[in-house]
């Protein structure tokens, strides 16, 4: 294989670009070529494809985002698109394609590898909702913006001795909202994986008044619903007044932290030696702390391994 391409898909996330450097980077160092497709699959076929050198991907490593754009393409879900998508890469001779997105870009990846074009996945997404890797890119630098964030927030509350109620991302992963909810003594977390109801949040809340407690922070998975609606039935079941900040798109963007551009260097790199070695609609992951790669199509029917562990210890420590 002499020329590989690499995209950006789905929603974007810090580390995408320390990815995409680590490609270049790792395919070149190989004597391999390497393109850049811009704006996801629409690039593809709209042949928005340009060669990288080295110092393309230069002063790269730290920042948010994703130089080669994202975007969602409904055409490329279509035989024709991706027929179209396919003549492009012919024209530039290129050989194997390395797709940094979520679940949705690998499927798009997959379909390539079924007509005979060779596609390696790389889960770039803050959500933490992909199977097969313990951690995906983006995921520690949002937690990160997401205590930072709750730390300035328990400032006030504890000042004003407030309730606050936090709305954070995940889609429908309770990873942000568990993890961040340890890293930050969070009293309650709500998260889709588990049966935790507002009853059992009320009787925290009320447990913490009576021993003298007048702030409180309850973390909510968007995948629970909106904090708006645990605020009006909290309000409902026990008249008290709460604070609600939906954090939103601060949780995507930013520097990645030293465990993502490290993650990514890894990831990036084994990408390139799998497509190097003839492998195809593979995933990279990180498990144990060992870079892994499972098959796309088997993932499809797993879903991210809930960490029942972590979510008991939040639950200890926050009596
Ligand atoms: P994510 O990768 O973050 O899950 P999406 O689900 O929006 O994001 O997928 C990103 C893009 O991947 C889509 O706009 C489309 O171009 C492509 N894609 C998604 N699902 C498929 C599919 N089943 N077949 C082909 N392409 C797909």
Redesign the pocket.
């Known amino acids: 294989m002499k020329k590989i391409g690499v995209l950006t898909?789905?929603?974007d996330a810090p580390g995408m670009n320390a990815a995409v450097r680590s490609v270049v980077r790792s395919a070149i160092y190989r004597g391999v070529e390497v393109y850049g497709i811009y704006h996801?699959?629409k690039g593809l076929i709209t042949g928005n494809i340009k060669k990288l050198e080295v110092s393309d991907v230069g002063d790269i490593v730290q920042r948010g985002g994703t130089i080669l754009y994202t975007a969602?393409?409904?055409e490329?879900?279509t035989e024709e698109g991706r027929a179209i998508a396919i003549e492009q890469l012919k024209k530039f001779g290129i050989e194997g394609l390395v797709v940094i997105?979520?679940?949705?870009?690998f499927?798009?990846g997959v379909?390539l590898t079924q007509l005979g074009f060779p596609t390696i996945g790389i889960p770039g997404?803050i959500d933490n909702d992909i199977p097969g890797t313990d951690f995906t890119l983006g995921f520690d630098t949002a937690l990160n913006t997401i205590i930072d964030a709750i730390d300035k927030i328990r400032d006030t509350a504890t000042s004003h001795e407030r309730r606050f109620i936090i709305e954070v991302m995940g889609r429908g992963c309770g990873d942000l909202a568990m993890w961040s909810g340890l890293a930050d003594g969070a009293e309650s977390i709500l998260i889709p994986e588990t049966k935790e109801d507002l009853n059992t949040i009320v009787e925290r809340l009320n447990r913490g008044i009576e021993r003298g407690k007048r702030h409180n922070i309850i973390i909510v998975a968007e995948g629970v619903g909106s904090a708006d609606e645990v605020a009006k039935a909290i309000k409902a079941k026990t008249n008290m007044d709460t604070r609600v900040t939906v954090l939103g798109h601060v949780q995507r963007g930013g520097a990645p932290t030293a465990f993502d551009r490290v993650l990514a260097a890894r990831m990036g790199n084994k990408a390139v030696d799998l497509l190097l070695n003839g492998e195809k609609g593979k995933m990279i992951g990180i498990q144990d702390n060992k870079i892994v790669a499972h098959n796309i199509l088997d993932l499809l029917t797993k879903k991210h391994e809930f960490n029942d562990e972590l979510y008991k210890l939040a639950k200890v420590l926050s009596i």
């Open positions: 898909s789905g929603g996801g699959y969602r393409c409904e490329f879900k997105g979520g679940d949705g870009s499927m798009g379909k997404t």
